[in-house]
């Protein structure tokens, strides 16, 4: 069988960055013919979607909440530690607050009367969110397998749940990576489809917002309405 | 600790001055303990207290069902200076489930209470602030209770997993 190698990437040869510099000027003068223009177009351009574009930086800049439960929040911590470097792919910034904060990882137990608390916080989230179940105690409860412990899937939606009593930081890392790829790959499969919870969004209405009822004091006349 | 003799003393001076105080006295393993009836529970602590027990190391609940009294408390009181150690015992029923506190001889035992009465469900007279200290407040039942069920969901194995319901079905 006969190799053939051939140059990867536009058919013409790299150009030096003058000639760039001069073939934009010209461009800019309309010198330049249309097939040229159109190939100039053409290599210089990318064409998406903006769901696309938007689910490709999304899934690439998660910020997890600050928030670790128990024994599985040890290895969470050595996430962003110099030997696994999770800033190689952009969820570094743990965020102390969670409405700064679009992902939350659960890391350990959930004990019944932790339960409201972990509920509040995912609901002080802003969408959109994601939850990550890590660890077996908080997908499953685990060893802890009694009266005190609850699953978080009873109480939250949850995306992905990463396995391990407790998953090596390895496990979590390839977690978050699939959050990223089913974020990046299918921005709608949310937890509300999932969960059948449309229509519960927390945003005000058209009747609570100010509207002809409101009273404008910078219009002259307008607090002689009130 | 005090040694066989030495514990025989205390008791014998605790039976003199409260007589239907002391129910027994065990001593096991170099561990001394003098089981006391609930009710006078409260002026054997004081005794104690000024016999020099100044300290009040643990608290914990016990439930030895199914004999009857099933619910029992233990106090293990130190006396800091002589290092001796001393097991206060008493046992009510789960009908009648009352102690009195020790908080205001030891102020330490607030909290273990607490944890006694969420966990056991033996109420303390006299303690400051009787609430559940673990569980929610709205929790029904005392977890511990040897009667109480452990709770938690069923494992699917696969050995099982055709009989429990799970995302086989």
Redesign the interface.
């Known amino acids: 069988m006969e190799v053939t190698r051939s140059r990867l990437g536009p058919a013409r040869p790299a150009e030096d960055f003058r000639i760039r510099q001069l073939r934009a000027r010209d461009m800019l003068r309309g010198d330049i013919p249309d097939e040229e223009l159109q190939q100039y177009v053409e290599e210089r351009v990318l064409t998406t979607t903006l769901d696309k574009a938007v689910a490709w930086a999304r899934g690439n800049s998660l910020f997890p909440a600050t928030f670790g439960l128990a024994c599985c929040a040890i290895e969470m911590m050595s996430l962003p530690g110099a030997r696994l470097d999770i800033a190689r792919f952009g969820f570094e910034a743990f965020r102390a607050s969670p409405r700064q904060a679009d992902l939350l990882i659960l890391s350990g137990r959930v004990s ?2 932790m339960a409201p608390v972990v509920r509040r916080i995912y609901d002080q989230m802003l969408e959109p969110r994601w939850a990550i179940a890590m660890g077996a105690c908080c997908s ?2 685990g060893v ?6 609850v ?1 978080a899937d009873k109480f939250m939606p949850i995306d992905v749940h990463v396995p391990g009593c407790p998953p090596r930081p390895e496990a979590l890392m390839h977690g978050i990576l699939r959050l990223r790829s089913k974020i990046q790959g299918d921005p709608p499969a949310g937890w509300r489809e999932r969960y059948g919870a449309e229509g519960t969004e927390e945003v005000l209405g058209a009747a609570d917002l100010p509207g002809t009822n409101a009273i404008n004091v910078f219009q002259s006349g307008e607090t002689q309405r009130a | 600790m005090p040694d066989a003799t030495g514990l025989e003393l205390i008791a014998q001076d605790l039976r003199a001055s409260h007589p239907d105080a002391v129910l027994s006295t065990k001593y096991f393993r170099d561990e001394a303990t003098i089981e006391l009836a609930p009710a006078a529970l409260l002026a054997a602590a004081e005794a104690l207290h000024a016999r020099g027990y100044s300290f009040m190391a643990s608290c914990h609940g016990l439930d030895y069902y199914p004999d009857e009294p099933r619910l029992g408390v233990h106090y293990q009181l130190l006396d800091m200076p002589n290092v001796d150690r001393i097991c206060l015992a008493t046992r009510v029923s789960t009908e009648d489930p009352h102690v009195p506190s020790l908080c205001g001889i030891w102020p330490g035992a607030n909290h273990p209470e607490r944890e006694v009465f969420d966990m056991l469900g033996v109420v303390f007279d006299g303690h400051p602030d009787m609430r559940r200290i673990l569980m929610p407040e709205d929790y029904e039942g005392h977890p511990q209770r040897r009667d109480f069920p452990t709770g938690g969901e069923p494992i699917i194995f696969t050995y099982n997993e055709d009989k429990l319901p799970g995302w086989t079905q």
């Open positions: 019944i009367k499953s409860m802890f397998n009694n009266y005190a412990i699953p």
